[in-house]
């Protein structure tokens, strides 16, 4: 009877993985038939469900439970990204997500009924494979010894097949496998990973110091697109000449849609902050020097304000080492979502009028997934809009606004999505520059604006619920703004090199460039970190769809071809009275 209870729990657990299997032969089907890989995976999914039983039924407690420990937590680690996400967990997603540690309380108490079920399910197998099991009759007894002694194998077996895939393979697999396995990867690529300490700064800045600010604005999900900027139809951005409400307001110079580095947050960040090229930025994020160190090296201060976390927790792969180079670190924790940006932007203006040269980052709230909640109603421009007030405290790892894949919910979504651009990006540089004075300061200071990747709106009418860092990108996930503000000294040859740029950038262009405003000679600089925007080198629009490239495998590049790019759809929206 123990042994039936046993049998039953394991296999109410597989079967709460029903949907992730359907999917997975759904791909096997469509839109070509695959039998080999059918075949392969139907092979696998029964060895793990075989090695499940295996270890249920160990015999000494001792063993039993600290397996049945790991499994479980292997199981509801997978599936609450998989049921919060809606797509599977690869070894790159799970790198993602240690990468991003610090926000694991956040992502649970946000994602509170995924990781609910993940746990339900997850507490069926720990229960299932930890009960003791009985003596089997003796007609079963020769395969439970068989099952017994391959578990551990079988395991460690699709352990090795991952790793010889470059981590993948896994998807529709039981959680409690594909999750252990990622973990043994994980810890074996730490352990055969080579680490010391980061190169000191090897060159020197030439000519006088510099002596206003050097800026870099990192906001988040902003769709390059979407802004009045680089489209017809785009929002008010604060940005576009035309648009800008005082005459006095510093020069702006549009690059236009630009590459990013990777469709995913933590990717493009840390590249942004320590550079790199597309053939070196493994390395160069490893031991090179970052941002901050080449700043000190040039005299300058560092300050770097954080909307997105608070309580001193640190994102996108920052640490002690790195957070010990930086003079003023500000998050903005007393201060509600919807108004965190516009408050950075205050704080911006003090450090841009303070006469002291600084390099200033800035990491804004922007337009991240929950979007229902991160404007005001005053800004409620674009109608019809996502049900407001669920998620008000949010800045990003909700869910996704009860997204359902459906072509009206996305209307919805992406006319939230505007009028949170307009208050968020078009806001916020309204009153960086009333906070400026007459322009004065922010002229002098040299201000790169771009976003850490862009967004997948499903324009085209397929369906879906993600709209970035998904394992099959759409190629806007990897479309930013790039404009470069002020900078008043350099300003004819700024415009030259805009007209010359524009919608032909990308990310790996600003870590060059931030280094030539502190005064590196692009001689010293191009040979490890390549070519600024000032450079006339052609760039390979390009963004990287396999940032973390582990286990033997290599970076993937997609083209992004700019005919093909989406627009937005002018029929999301009723006419909007008093839009900017």
Known sequence: MQNRVKYMLIGLFLLLGGGEIWHRLEMLVTPEWQPAGLIGFVGLFLLCAMSLLGFALFQSAWLRWPLALLLAAASMLVDGYQWAVGDYMRYESFLTMVQ?????????????????????????????????????????????????????????GLSLLLYFRGGEGASGLPSSHSGTSFALLYGYDMATTARGPREPVAIAPEGPARTSDIVLIIDESIAGTYLDINSANGVYSGLKPAGRARADQPPVHNFGLATSITHCSVGSNIALRFGGTRDNYRETIRSGPSLWSYAKAAGLGTVYLDAQRTGGHYQNAMDDRERAQIDHWHQFGDVPVVDRDHRVADRLADYLNDDEAQLILVNKVGGHFPVSDKFPLSHALYQPILQRGLMPEVTDMAGRDSLDGRANNWRLYRNSYRNTLVWSVGGFFDRLFARTGNGAKIGEAAILYTSDHGQGFHERGDGGEATHCTPDPEIEEGIVPLVVIGDRARSARWAEAARAGHDKSSHYRIFPTLLALMGYAPRDIAPRYGPDLFSAAPDPFTFNVRFNARLGSEPHWLPVPLDQIARPPVADYRPATGAK
């Open 100 to 156: 991003s540690a610090g926000d694991i309380g956040s992502a649970a108490s946000q994602q509170g009924a995924a990781m609910l079920l993940a746990g339900g399910k997850a507490a069926l197998l720990l229960l299932g494979i930890g009960l003791k099991p009985q003596a089997s009759p003796a007609r079963v007894a020769r395969v439970a010894r068989a099952a017994k002694w391959m578990a551990l194998p079988l395991l460690l």
